[in-house]
């Protein structure tokens, strides 16, 4: 909204420096971080006295986390909320790519919202069915695919790039939806499994998020995409943007999620921060660099995959309890150690990521 200020600039004052995405990034960076420090208490305090007991506790969970009953949840709507009003206020309005991502944030926020609620009114961890989840995440991701398509350069429609080997372009075909789908679907809910841990998510997806935002700049500048050898994609660049209320957001959520966590996310945060991450991947046609700089989440997802297939088929268990952070906790390693770990992790893939877009 601010970038209509740029109509007042005659070129050389200070309403000029709304033309630059990085200096309204920098601007939505710290709205939507005093967004959380100022909406955080409140917050916390609305969904503590609402809530009653909190988020249910698994009971077959590692025994230590009993001691975290009656912490409220829905704390992804301090995140949400944030990245949403400080997305609207910098970013430009007249493009599709921002539209995009909020409205893949937002409904996979509403998904969440409506799993939280029923864990919380019904005191159990069962919430919104499986099947439905699913099946409303894939009619979102189904709009969200064909809008990005619809968008996309002609030579880039229907095409998967691969990352490293830059001259190369599959074409998908129709395939593509369905794949962009699988993308943002699967991304969502493997933030959903790894949100099992005080501040285990939220950092990761900042991280990764920071990593897709620096590509999004990239690939929607035609010095950048000349010099590293990437498909342009024009307008991308705009979604640096709502990265940068993400990370602000995050970092706001996270002083209030930090061990021992005020508030949890809840899949109100998950699913809408796993579905930007996604939707972020596809606009940009990275969608393979995303299961890099992702890749802690694809192992979380993998892992409870791998347990469920194998106990099927053997009756026995590969992890001693998945989603993989939890098989650590069964091993006796401190929640904090699990959590700084795993933050490592995704910064090193998040390093490989970006290094494959020098790569050729």
């Known amino acids: 909204m601010l970038y209509w200020l740029t109509a007042l600039s005659d070129g050389g004052d200070l309403f000029n420096l709304f033309r630059y995405i990085t200096f309204r990034a920098g601007g939505a960076f710290l709205t939507a971080l005093l967004f959380g420090f100022f909406?955080?208490?409140?917050?916390?305090n609305v969904l503590r006295r609402?809530?009653?007991?909190?988020?249910?506790?698994?009971?077959?969970?590692?025994?230590?986390h009993l001691a975290k009953a009656g912490t409220p949840t829905m704390g992804g709507l301090l995140i949400v909320g944030a990245l949403t009003t400080s997305t609207l206020l910098?970013?430009?309005?007249?493009?599709a790519y921002v539209w995009l991502v909020l409205f893949v944030t937002l409904s996979f926020g509403l998904i969440g919202f409506a799993?939280?609620?029923?864990?919380?009114s019904k005191q159990n961890t069962k919430g919104v069915s499986a099947k439905m989840r699913l099946l409303l995440g894939f009619l979102i991701a189904l709009v969200a695919s064909l809008w990005a398509s619809w968008f996309h350069p002609e030579e880039l429609q229907y095409a998967l790039a691969l990352p490293v080997f830059k001259d190369v372009l599959l074409n998908l075909g129709v395939f593509f939806v369905p794949f962009a789908m699988f993308v943002i679907v699967g991304s969502a809910n493997a933030v959903n499994l790894t949100d099992g841990l005080d501040g285990l998510a939220i950092m990761p997806v900042m991280i990764a998020s920071g990593a897709l935002g620096i590509i999004a700049y990239f690939v929607g500048n035609t010095t950048f995409t000349e010099y590293l050898g990437l498909h342009y994609v024009p307008g991308t660049g705009e979604i640096v943007i709502f990265v940068a209320g993400l990370i602000g957001g995050g970092l706001g959520f996270l002083w209030y999620n930090?061990?021992?966590?005020?508030?949890?996310?809840?899949?109100t945060g998950s699913l809408a921060l796993g579905g930007s991450l996604g939707a972020i991947a596809v606009a940009t046609k990275h969608e393979i660099v995303l299961g890099i700089v992702g890749g802690l989440?694809?192992?979380?997802?993998?892992?409870?995959?791998?347990?469920?297939?194998?106990?099927?088929?053997?009756?026995?268990?590969?992890?001693l309890m998945a989603p993989i952070h939890h098989h650590y906790e069964k091993?006796?390693?401190?929640?904090?150690?699990?959590?700084?770990?795993?933050?490592?992790?995704?910064?090193?893939?998040?390093?490989v990521g970006l290094a494959t877009l020098k790569l050729r």
């Open 39 to 44: 909406f955080g208490p409140r917050l916390i």
């Open 50 to 64: 609402s809530q009653g007991k909190g988020q249910p506790i698994r009971d077959d969970g590692p025994e230590t």
């Open 90 to 95: 910098w970013a430009r309005w007249d493009n």
């Open 115 to 120: 799993d939280d609620y029923a864990k919380v």
């Open 258 to 267: 930090a061990p021992p966590a005020a508030v949890f996310m809840g899949d």
């Open 297 to 319: 989440f694809v192992v979380e997802a993998l892992s409870v995959i791998i347990q469920v297939l194998y106990f099927k088929r053997t009756g026995k268990r590969v992890f």
């Open 331 to 351: 091993k006796g390693w401190a929640e904090p150690t699990i959590v700084i770990r795993f933050w490592i992790i995704s910064l090193i893939l998040a390093m």
